[in-house]
């Protein structure tokens, strides 16, 4: 099993990423998926998932501001972040529910 996440950078507050979840050795059109993000100095917190039927849920803090989404084709999950403000720097990470395993999470800096 091996998810990674990729897309991350250097962006001025108001712009915009897509980060991406490549996914391997399991199937995400058949489990929840999530994405996570753990800032400097504080504990790995869940932002968004998307289940099997594509039904979305976001924490508060990204609500309106980032979409997730899923290619079962593909076998990966986006993140769309926009209006990004300097509290969205961390690092994000991917996640299956029922699966114990994080993949490499990718780099998120917003400037002010």
């Known amino acids: 099993v091996q998810l990674q996440a990729f897309g991350g950078g250097l962006v001025q507050a108001g712009g915009s990423l897509r980060l991406s979840c490549a996914v391997s050795?399991?199937?995400?059109?058949?489990?929840?998926m999530f994405w996570y993000r753990q800032a400097p100095g504080e504990q790995r917190n869940w932002i968004a998932n998307?289940?099997?039927?594509?039904?979305?849920n976001y924490a508060g803090s990204v609500k309106g501001r980032f979409t997730i989404s899923k290619d079962n084709a593909k076998n990966t999950v986006y993140l769309q972040m926009d209006s990004l403000k300097p509290e969205d720097t961390a690092i994000y990470y991917c996640?299956?529910?029922?699966?114990?395993?994080w993949g490499q999470g990718t780099q998120v800096t917003v400037s002010s």
């Open positions: 996640k299956a529910e029922r699966i114990d395993a």
């Open positions: 998307i289940n099997p039927s594509g039904a979305t």
């Open positions: 050795g399991f199937t995400v059109s058949r489990y929840d």
